[in-house]
């Protein structure tokens, strides 16, 4: 059976969480434009700046790891550039384990936070919408986060286009 | 050790950890952990970085950046910045250097729905360039230029980063924007001058186009109506109350995707590419905003910004020379770290001393975007080069020449604006108060 690489394994996860970010994206914009609408026939939508905040995690959270992948994210390269190509990959490695580290540790602390606020039952005022889904959904994010920079250092690849 | 000490240290191991290249938002997140937890403990540093995560976010004020950038992304991959080239191109583009002026009109004006600087570069680097090159402009003068009007949206609203600098001091995102449109226009003249004294002296670098007819111009003038529209719903919505910042992003970028699918300029492929690549610029922005927060407990903790201030304030020197050297400070920071990633790490620092010098935080916001909008163009780190490099193939030390003469115009605008804050602060001030 031919051996999957992590960084192939894990491309689908991330394109996944994208288009679910787009959509809470678009949800976000559809949402706030029908209560500025309906506001002025004074009937609002309750809770709109609940959902939208609620969307808005989900927008950004679950397109952390598509944006890592595309190398989004911004760097400082211009020293690393110039190193040669074996140390080059070396120090990507590194910053990838680095990066892995960082999320693996929100990640785990996300999920602890979670349990504490579903343990005490935290909800939205309006909507009574259960602020641990929205930790732990973040939490989701941090951990995949975390497969792709793992994922990226075994494919010796870094964080620079 | 004192907090001081643990404070200079974390400082080396910030630019050591950006030395290495790893993400910018993501290196403020480390420094910011470890530094607290060395002067608090490991539990509480824990508890913060969970903490910041989860309230960045899920805050409904940060829904207001990938709304914004929506909205540009929309117009861009809508034909919006097309149109508005067209336009300027038959109004402009039989003059000397005149393609080039035309794209710094267009830019202008497609900075009226679009906040983002490497996304109009791009934007332009496709539009103006290829009709640059069909007139033989020299690559300096056309790549030089689209890479510099790219940066004007740092100024003109609704800017990606007054909105930020606005979250970051809880200054009012509608009095920025005010504040945003004249020194914007001003720049946006500067090119223009940079640009008709460049060709005036060297005419083979922007040879003449045709001459339109007076009803081909006339027709070309519709996308400036719906631009023009779009702005005043989204920037007069703002100031008159109408709309929340993120409710402003949301009902302007629903008009520009109905505008672009009225123009039948949208296609669902289209608008799901402008969803998606908005989330990533959106994505990048707030992480280093979760970054720079967990940065700024850290901060906080070892009162970092008030002894910064503190400092400078007992130099004795005169508050203008304060200024110039903060102005220095972000100047020589964003030409090494991305300008926005700079202003977002400096902004709290600095913001105490400015306040305590008794500047404006309206003002010093306009005066920091003006050294963003110089160090996007600014090398060893010019994003905007970069970009239309990219996207031309042109060769980034052509792009370099062509830029500097702009960088010249910027500096005396910024010098101006240092000096008059009135220009920054009247619209603010008669419209907001």
Known sequence: MPRVKPIEAVRPLARGMHWAGGAALVGMMLVTVADVVLRSFKAPITGTYELVGFLGAVAIGFSLPQTSLDKGQVLMDFLTRRLPP?????????????????????????????ADLRRTGDMTPLLHLPHFLLA?????????ECLVLAAEGLAGDGGAR | ???????????????????????????????????FAAVVNTHAAMNLLAKDVFSVLTSYGFTVIPLFVLMGQIGA?????????????????????GLAIGTVAAATGFKAICGSSPATAATFATVAVPEMDRYGYDKRLSCGTVATVGTLGVLIPPSVTLIVYGILTETSIGRLFLAGIIPGLLIAGSFVVTLYTWCRINPALGPAGERSSWPARLRSLGPIFWVLLVFL???????????????AGSVGSFA??????????????????????????ATMVITLIAGATIMGHFFVVTRIPATVADWLGGLDLPRFVIMLIIVAVYLIGGSFIEDLAFLILATPIFLPLVLKLGYDPVWFGVIVSVVTMIGIILPPVAINAFVVAGVTGTPVGTIYRGIYPHILGMAVCLIILLLVPGISLWLPDTFMQ
């Open chain 1, 86 to 114: 074996a140390p080059g990959r070396a120090l990507s490695a590194l910053t990838r384990v680095i990066g892995a580290g960082l999320f693996a540790l929100i990640a785990w602390n996300l999920f602890a936070m979670g």
């Open chain 1, 136 to 144: 732990w959904g973040i939490a989701t994010a941090c951990a995949v």
């Open chain 2, 1 to 35: 050790m004192s907090h001081a000490a643990i404070g200079g240290l974390v400082i080396c191991l910030l630019f050591g950890l950006f030395s290495l290249g790893i993400e910018i938002g993501f290196a403020m997140a480390i420094a910011g952990f470890i530094g």
């Open chain 2, 77 to 97: 991959s809508g034909g919006v910045a097309r149109g508005l080239y067209d336009c300027a191109y038959r109004f402009l583009g039989h003059i000397p250097g």
């Open chain 2, 233 to 247: 719903l989204v920037v007069g919505g703002l100031m008159k109350g109408f709309f929340t910042p993120t409710e």
């Open chain 2, 256 to 281: 520009v995707l109905l505008l672009t699918v009225a123009k039948r300029d949208m296609t669902p492929r289209r608008f799901a590419k402008a969803v998606l690549d908005a989330l990533r610029i």
